[in-house]
């Protein structure tokens, strides 16, 4: 297409529509998040480069029906490791998809976390989810994950509000491929932040430093993918977190945190 732009109205360089599916985000981060951790290091450009364009249009981002057909595998089982890591693997991919800039789109079955491809034959495996199979909870604890996630999204402006705008969003850490941790900012339209930090290797990580406002005196926790709810092993930042008058990454002040394994962490001012 000649067109400058998908979204936009067709006589100024567009070609009508209001979003874009951003098949590069999708097919990057589902190629890093099928290797196994020890190698992610090597492949962590594959999640930070979607920032590159990420405004160039209004994005989905989309884990559409047709990468869970077909001989691809559902989402669950593209992720490396055994089904406690599959499941935390596949947990804080979501809580990264949710938290990056772009709308998302997920499609039926992955919410609880289907081993088995798509079948239009019969549809997503509801089965899963019955009180008496013997894993029902593993499913569950990534369906509830999944409605955890819409409802601290649509009460977080920061996570929407500037969607579309460069200046709702800023790298805290984008380079620790060794440590195959993300960090970033978003922001709502005051300013009002909301840190995403994503450990993707499986170890625990103490006092784990990041660069944060100083204007904020104190962090919470308001969703971590490895909550014992989830079926996550339930590591945790309890109470409000004080920054420290250390500056890192840039920031004036910093955080010591302890990230879960494998599991994303949305914190917002106390």
Excluded: C
């Excluded at 499609?107 to 034959?121: D, K, L, P, R, V």
């Excluded at 590591?235 to 004036?252: D, F, I, L, S, Y």
């Amino acid at each position: 297409t000649r067109a400058t732009h998908h979204r936009g109205p067709s006589g100024f360089g567009g070609l009508g529509f209001g979003l874009k599916w951003n098949m590069g985000w999708m097919h990057d981060s589902l190629e890093y998040m099928a290797h196994d951790p020890i190698h992610r290091r090597y492949h962590h450009n594959e999640m930070t480069f979607s920032m590159v364009y990420a405004y160039s249009e209004n994005y989905v981002l989309p884990i559409s029906h047709d990468e869970v057909v077909h001989g691809k595998r559902s989402l669950v089982s593209k992720m490396p490791g055994d089904w406690w890591q599959q499941r935390a693997n596949l947990r804080a991919y979501l809580g990264f998809m949710w938290a990056h800039p772009g709308k998302q789109l997920l499609f039926m079955g992955q919410e609880f976390a289907q081993g088995a491809e798509w079948s239009e034959e019969h549809g997503p495996d509801w089965w899963l989810l019955d009180a008496e199979y013997g894993a029902e909870s593993d499913h569950r604890g990534v369906r509830d994950l999944v409605r955890d996630l819409n409802t601290v999204y649509r009460g977080t402006p920061a996570l929407w509000e500037r969607d579309t705008e460069p200046s709702g969003f800023s790298w805290v850490v984008g380079d620790a491929a060794d440590d195959n941790v993300l960090a970033f900012l978003r922001h709502d339209a005051e300013g009002s932040p909301l840190l995403a930090v994503s450990n993707f290797s499986p170890v625990v990580r103490h006092d784990y430093r990041l660069g944060v406002p100083d204007d904020v005196p104190a962090w919470h926790e308001v969703l971590n993918t490895d909550a014992a709810a989830y079926g996550g092993g339930d590591v945790r930042n309890p109470g409000p977190v004080k920054p420290e008058p250390t500056p890192w990454h840039g920031r004036a002040a910093s955080l010591r945190l302890t990230l879960p394994p494998l599991a994303t962490l949305w914190l917002r001012p106390a």
